[in-house]
């Protein structure tokens, strides 16, 4: 139990479909994470969260659009994906301003466009 | 910008075999530095890091040194197992002491360990 949760695990989707990512953590941390990991890639940033404000977005285009109602809960919803966008999404949580703190991750969403 | 470059896998090693997996750094300021693992069907999980110079982070028998001089953060295993095999990730954080999740990686080496 790693105390970040993702769901689904598995997503198959067509270019047309608009689908969510969920992310949960129960660690108690203010600041949450999308990464994106591709085959043959580094993982990338693409979205940070810190106290439910986007602090960061790295130039990912718009048909990724991420939600943070709280600080436990991370959206990315996703419309009109092509398929390069194929690969595995992680999210991650940490707590920010506190020192010798580490980043903890969910088990990732392994998202498939058709 | 900052950047992490490690060396390329596929590793493949006998058990008890030493393990060595390169991680150099480019960096402004004074990046902490980590090594995430990932096994097969899971998220990452922190092996071990170092926030400063010449810390030395240790877990599991594995072992990295935070080197300025050398801007390098190599890990070590004496004597793997074929647990061991993963996929080891060098990172580093942007800012010092802080965004512990905004993190910059380098692509990855597969370890392999065959009985």
């Known amino acids: 139990e790693t105390g970040v949760t993702q769901t689904p695990r598995h997503l198959v989707m067509g270019m047309t479909n608009k689908k969510s990512l969920k992310c949960e953590q129960h660690?108690?941390?203010?600041?949450m994470y999308w990464y994106k990991q591709s085959a043959k890639k580094p993982l990338e940033l693409m979205f940070v969260?810190?106290?439910?404000?986007?602090?960061e977005n790295n130039s990912v285009p718009s048909r990724f659009s991420p939600e943070c109602p709280n600080s436990s809960h991370l959206f990315l919803h996703l419309h009109t994906l092509q398929p390069e966008d194929s690969a595995l999404y992680l999210c991650?949580?940490?707590?920010?301003?506190?020192?010798?703190?580490?980043?903890?991750f969910g088990q990732g969403t392994r998202l498939t466009v058709v | 910008g900052n950047s992490v470059t490690q060396m390329e896998g596929p590793v493949t090693l006998s058990e008890e075999a030493f393990l060595t997996i390169n991680c150099t750094y480019t960096?402004?300021?004074?990046?902490?530095l980590f090594w995430y693992v990932q096994y097969p069907g899971e998220g990452l999980q922190l092996l071990l890091k170092?926030?400063?110079?010449?810390d030395k982070g240790s877990n599991k028998g594995f072992e990295a040194t935070y080197r300025k001089e050398t801007t390098s953060f190599h890990l070590e295993k004496g004597s793997v197992q074929v647990s061991d095999s993963a996929v080891y990730f060098c990172?580093?954080?942007?800012?010092?002491?802080?965004?512990?999740?905004?993190?910059?990686f380098g692509k990855g080496t597969k370890l392999s360990v065959k009985p």
């Open positions: 660690l108690g941390h203010n600041a």
């Open positions: 990172a580093l954080s942007e800012t010092y002491g802080g965004s512990q999740g905004n993190l910059i």
């Open positions: 960096a402004t300021g004074y990046p902490s």
């Open positions: 991650a949580s940490s707590q920010e301003g506190t020192a010798n703190t580490e980043a903890f």
């Open positions: 969260y810190n106290f439910k404000e986007q602090t």
């Open positions: 170092a926030t400063k110079a010449d």
